[in-house]
């Protein structure tokens, strides 16, 4: 559905549709504009168990923190649901600390969380973690942080060493899109080394400086040794 103008009687019109349609499994909303009121309808559908939605795609939404608590309920209650894509939507810190507690819940059965041009800073890295280290299901993490700063050293720091502990016995694909810089890469390719999981780490890194011979040397001695199969 794109930019189609539905009224609150149509948004009641799609719950329905969610609870007693057993072959719809995914959709798209885009440039709708829910709001609050919109989106409860939309996430009462979702958590009932009837539906059987696998795939949802919301772009454009203008939710409140309300709004946010409606889909981190649905992250704890509905059982089909295995991908989210939440990009393009004004979820902010705010907005993230929610779905982040719905997430690390033991009844979030996710497996995929799309989530780019959000207006997500570093703050929520923290956030972001706990998810990595508790939940169970989640296999592909997508989150693209927008920030005018850089992470500091033990941020990174921090971040890696969940990465290295994360005790979790699914493949993982992690891409984190922020300002990392070169001082980073040996706590990165520990990570590398470590994680028996990890099957695909996107870093995009930026810095003053190129990498030194030594820098380079090191990253690829990691990789040939690393004793798994990096994919990506």
Excluded at 14 to 37: A, C, H
Excluded at 132 to 138: G, R, V
Excluded at 155 to 175: F, K, M, P
Aim: include cysteine; glycine fraction near 6%.
């Amino acid at each position: 559905l794109y930019d189609c103008g539905v009224t609150s009687s149509g948004w009641d019109d799609l719950r329905s549709i969610l609870i007693n349609n057993r072959s719809l499994t995914r959709l798209d909303l885009l440039d709708d504009n829910l709001e609050d009121s919109e989106i409860k309808l939309l996430c009462e559908g979702l958590r009932h168990p009837g539906c059987t939605l696998q795939r949802l795609k919301l772009y454009g939404c203008d939710a409140t923190s309300s709004g946010w608590d409606d889909f981190r309920s649905i992250l704890i209650n509905n059982r089909s649901l295995i991908r989210l894509d939440l990009s393009g939507n004004n979820l902010k810190d705010s907005g993230i600390k929610r779905l982040c507690k719905g997430l690390r819940h033991p009844g979030c059965t996710l497996q995929s969380l799309w989530i780019r041009d959000c207006k997500v800073t570093l703050r929520c890295c923290d956030d972001l973690c706990s998810v990595i280290s508790t939940n169970q299901t989640l296999i592909y993490l997508y989150i693209k942080l927008v920030d005018d700063k850089k992470m500091s050293e033990s941020e990174v720091r921090r971040r890696c060493e969940v990465l290295r502990n994360a005790g979790i016995s699914v493949y993982r694909r992690c891409i984190l899109y922020c300002k990392g810089t070169l001082w980073c890469c040996d706590d990165l390719c520990s990570v590398i080394s470590t994680n028996r999981t990890l099957i695909h780490l996107w870093i995009t890194l930026h810095g003053d400086k190129k990498m030194s011979e030594s820098e380079v040397d090191r990253c690829c001695e990691v990789l040939r040794n690393a004793g798994f199969t990096v994919d990506g």
